[in-house]
């Protein structure tokens, strides 16, 4: 069985930062890829970034390169988004996704198994 637990969202000023983890159990092997994705209010789910569980490459949309930064602890099986230079826009609840299938990293659809959320407030 898969599960997903996310942590470490919060308050945080503006300029600020962040890491944000998401534990995964269930998930083994170098077949898998894991995302983070946020929807603020209002608005539709979109990803951030995804790392592959094989060669660990890493993907981020263009609005996040040089400021977020995923990540894994193989050993603990957490997945970790390092969020900097924070910005009211970041505002969002950051989910933590898996899948074991293909498909397009940054759309939703890809992934099978999702974590309940950790909500990260700029203000």
């Known amino acids: 069985q898969v599960q997903l637990v996310e942590s470490g969202g919060g308050l945080v000023q503006p300029g600020g930062s962040l890491r944000v983890s998401c534990e995964a159990s269930g998930l083994t092997g170098s077949d898998y890829c894991m995302g983070w994705f946020r929807q603020a209010p209002g608005k539709e789910r979109e990803g951030v970034a995804a790392?592959?569980?094989?060669?660990?490459?890493?993907y981020y949309i263009d609005s996040v390169k040089g400021r977020f930064t995923i990540s894994r602890d193989s050993s603990k099986n957490t997945i970790y988004l390092q969020i900097n230079s924070l910005t009211p826009e970041d505002t969002a609840m950051y989910y933590c996704?898996?899948?074991?299938?293909?498909?397009?990293?940054?759309?939703?659809?890809?992934?099978?198994?999702w974590g309940q959320g950790t909500q990260v407030t700029v203000s």
């Open positions: 996704a898996g899948t074991s299938r293909g498909g397009a990293w940054d759309r939703s659809q890809t992934y099978n198994f």
């Open positions: 790392i592959l569980g094989g060669n660990a490459r890493t």
